[in-house]
């Protein structure tokens, strides 16, 4: 490419800014701008490279965190404090099988409350998907790799796929309290 050609309206020295901007910062300062460029600032939240949120700044809430390369789609409201790891996918709404044409619907339809809400103060470690409909209660531990398929309570660990309760967060102590098998504390 010659220097004076553009790419997408840029120039080559502004794409190569931007690449390294996109892509290399992953610090606090370059996250909440970020995410103001974005539309999210004034709330201390921060949005790392690569993450794509496709939500009404009104939903994410005071000192979150978004992760790398996450997904957000639709009506996700995200509560204050809430940490996302990188690569997780939280989406509200679906498709629908269509009988007449034999294949899905290509918008997603609501036939109910398909929305998504992560509780204050939650954690979702990396490559957490929470399918619509859920709500994450307050303050959960929900482990990596976790598929969330149902809402959880308050201050719940929560693992696997689909995902179920392993444990709780004692909210007097922050202390981690694990179930055995049948579900009962150990």
Same mark, same amino acid.
């Given at each position: 490419?010659?220097? +004076? =050609?553009?790419?997408?309206? %840029? ?9 390294? #901007? ?9 996250? %909440?701008?970020? *995410? &103001? ?7 201390? $939240? &921060?949005? /790392? ?21 996450? #997904? %957000?789609?639709?009506? !996700? ?27 899905? $619907? *290509?918008?997603? &339809?609501?036939?109910?409350? =398909? ?22 209660? @307050?303050?959960?531990?929900?482990? *990596? ?9 308050? #201050?719940?660990?929560? *693992?696997? !796929?689909? /995902? ?15 179930? +055995? @098998? ?5």
């Amino acid at each position: 490419m010659k220097n +004076d =050609e553009t790419i997408h309206g %840029l120039t080559r020295e502004e794409f190569e800014k931007f690449t390294v #901007y996109s892509m290399a910062t992953n610090d606090r300062r370059s996250n %909440l701008l970020r *995410a &103001e460029i974005l539309g999210f600032g004034g709330k201390e $939240t &921060e949005i /790392a490279p690569g993450a794509n949120v496709r939500v009404a700044p009104d939903l994410i809430g005071r000192r979150s965190f978004i992760g790398l390369y996450c #997904y %957000l789609n639709g009506k !996700v409201t995200v509560g204050d404090d809430v940490l996302i790891g990188p690569h997780c996918s939280i989406i509200a709404g679906n498709h629908k099988f269509d009988a007449a044409t034999g294949a899905f $619907t *290509a918008r997603t &339809e609501g036939d109910g409350d =398909e929305s998504v809400t992560i509780g204050d103060g939650s954690w979702l470690c990396s490559n957490v998907t929470v399918t619509p409909g859920c709500k994450i209660g @307050r303050r959960n531990l929900i482990c *990596a790799g976790a598929v969330v398929t149902k809402s959880t309570p308050d #201050y719940a660990i929560v *693992a696997g !796929v689909p /995902a179920k309760q392993i444990g709780r967060i004692d909210p007097e102590t922050g202390k981690y309290h694990w179930f +055995d @098998r049948k579900g009962d504390e150990k």
